[in-house]
C-alpha cells in the first residue's frame, strides 16, 4: 500500500515513515510543507496520505488545504489528517467531503500503534477514521438542537462509534451488547436522526458525518 506522509518535525515525520513501513506500507514520499505535499499527492497519486494541518510556509491549515486540492483533482483520494488539537473548523471542512476515504486524528493517537495502522488502512480501503474526541465535540456543538436531543444515552453512545467508523459488531464488542441491539439503536438513529439507512459502514457513517457536520 503506497503512502504519502506530510509532517513538517523532522522526528515524527521519520517515525511514521519507520512505523509504517514496519506494517509493510510503502512510504513513497515524505514531504515538509504544503506545496510539496500537493506535489507528492498529485504525482504519485498513493493509496492513502497521512497528512498534518498545520504544515509551512504559514504553520495555519496549509496541509488540510493541500490534501482538499488533492482530492479535487483525484476525487476520492483517501486522506487521514493529524492533528495536535481538536479543531472543529477543520474537521467540518475536510468532513464536508463526502466522497470517503477520510479521518482526522489527534497526533497523540500514532502512540496506540495498532489502532493508528487500523485507521490508516481503513481509510486507504474507502472508509471513515475519526478521533472519539473530534466526535465528542460535533456531538456537543449539536447537543442543543433538535432531533440529537431526542437520542436515549446509549444511542448517543452508538452514534459516536458509528461517527468513529466502527462496524456493528466492533460496536458490540466495545459496549458489551450484542450486535441485535446495536442493529435496533442504529435504526432507532436513523429513524430519529431522518438519515436512510444504506449498506456497508462507510455509506452510513458518512450519512451520519453529514448529519453533525451540518
Given at each position: ?28 514520499e515524505?514531504?515538509?510543507n ?5 506535489r ?18 504559514t504553520f ?16 476520492g ?11 472543529q ?14 479521518g482526522y486524528l ?10 493508528f ?43 459516536g462509534?458509528?461517527a ?26 436513523f ?6 439507512p444504506?449498506e ?11 448529519y453533525?457536520?451540518?
Amino acid at each position: 500500500m503506497r503512502v504519502v506522509i506530510a509532517e513538517d518535525l523532522a522526528l515524527l515525520r521519520d517515525g511514521l515513515i519507520r512505523l509504517l513501513e514496519a506494517f509493510q506500507f510503502e512510504v513513497v514520499e515524505a514531504v515538509d510543507n504544503g506545496p510539496s505535499l500537493l506535489r507528492a499527492l498529485t504525482t504519485h497519486r498513493p493509496d492513502v496520505a497521512v497528512v498534518d494541518v498545520r504544515l509551512p510556509p504559514t504553520f495555519t491549515d496549509e496541509g488540510l488545504r493541500a490534501a482538499l486540492e488533492a482530492r479535487k483533482e483525484i476525487p476520492g483520494l483517501p486522506v487521514l489528517v493529524l492533528s495536535q488539537h481538536v479543531e472543529q473548523l477543520y474537521a467540518r471542512e475536510l468532513l464536508s467531503d463526502s466522497s470517503g476515504g477520510i479521518g482526522y486524528l489527534l497526533k497523540d493517537r500514532v502512540s496506540d500503534v495498532s489502532q493508528f495502522v487500523d485507521a490508516v488502512r481503513r481509510v486507504a480501503g474507502g472508509g471513515t477514521a475519526l478521533d472519539p474526541d473530534v466526535v465528542a465535540q460535533l456531538l456537543t456543538r449539536r447537543a442543543r438542537e433538535e432531533p440529537l436531543q431526542t437520542l436515549t444515552p446509549r444511542e448517543r453512545e452508538v452514534l459516536g462509534l458509528m461517527a468513529e467508523g466502527r462496524s456493528n459488531a466492533a460496536i458490540a464488542g466495545k459496549l458489551f451488547i450484542t450486535e441485535k441491539a446495536i442493529s435496533k439503536h442504529t435504526n432507532n438513529i436513523f429513524s430519529k436522526l431522518n438519515l436512510q439507512p444504506a449498506e456497508g459502514d462507510n455509506r452510513r457513517v458518512l450519512a451520519v458525518l453529514a448529519y453533525l457536520n451540518t
